[in-house]
């Protein structure tokens, strides 16, 4: 079964947590848009992934919604200590998030997580260019528009652990 076969990766991929959602359950909001626009990440108008780019909320919401579940995965980061210990940790959340990639590259399923496209070292959404790969692209839950801090809540994860744990969360759809 498909969702045993994706459980079994997540839990080999190394990530914490799991919940198995229904696409329903996914939280869309035009508040994750605006924060966007605000352009932190610098990805705003220039990742294919991002806002405005990505299309509409109406748009993104089919993206999703067009798979009937989901598994909502995270990884726990640690944001306290010396640097050393804090670039490993997201070293290992990267290696995580390579595995899940790779090991369901031929599943029929969509896998999203934090931050822009980045198949290509550089989008083309930076040179008003269409994306060289559309069936490649790898969007973000936060520029898809999602409220990923009340989905971790409403689904009791961790979202921030208190002692200098944060979560990065990811989404495979199926
Ligand atoms: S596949 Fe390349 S061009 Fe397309 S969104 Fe990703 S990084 Fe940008």
Same mark, same amino acid.
């Given at each position: 079964m498909l969702k045993d076969e994706l459980i079994r990766i997540i839990k080999e991929a190394?990530? =914490? /947590? $799991?919940? /198995?959602? +229904?696409? %329903? =359950?996914?939280?869309?909001?035009?508040? @994750?848009? %605006?924060? *966007? %626009?605000? &352009?932190? *990440?610098? &990805? $705003?108008g220039k990742n294919h992934a991002c806002p405005p780019k990505s299309g509409s909320m109406e748009e993104n919401r089919a993206r999703f919604l067009k798979y009937d579940n989901g598994l #909502?995965?995270?990884?726990?980061?640690? !944001?306290?200590?010396?640097?050393?210990e804090m670039?490993? +940790?997201?070293?290992?959340?990267? /290696? +995580? #998030? &390579?595995?899940?990639?790779?090991?369901?590259? =031929? !599943?029929? @399923?969509?896998? %999203?997580g934090p931050g822009g496209c980045n198949v290509c070292p550089e989008c083309s959404a930076k040179n008003d260019e269409p994306c060289r790969f559309p069936d490649k692209t790898r969007y973000s839950m936060e520029g898809s528009g999602m409220d990923i801090m009340?989905?971790?809540?409403?689904?009791? !994860?961790? $979202?921030n652990d208190g002692k200098g744990g944060l979560g990065y969360f990811f989404m495979v759809m199926y």
């Open positions: 190394g990530f =914490d /947590e $799991y919940r /198995e959602i +229904s696409s %329903a =359950d996914i939280i869309f909001s035009e508040a @994750v848009f %605006a924060e *966007c %626009a605000k &352009n932190t *990440c610098g &990805n $705003y #909502l995965i995270s990884k726990l980061v640690t !944001m306290k200590g010396e640097i050393e670039m490993e +940790s997201f070293k290992e959340m990267g /290696e +995580s #998030l &390579n595995k899940l990639r790779e090991a369901t590259e =031929d !599943m029929p @399923v969509m896998v %999203a009340t989905m971790s809540m409403k689904q009791k !994860m961790t $979202y």
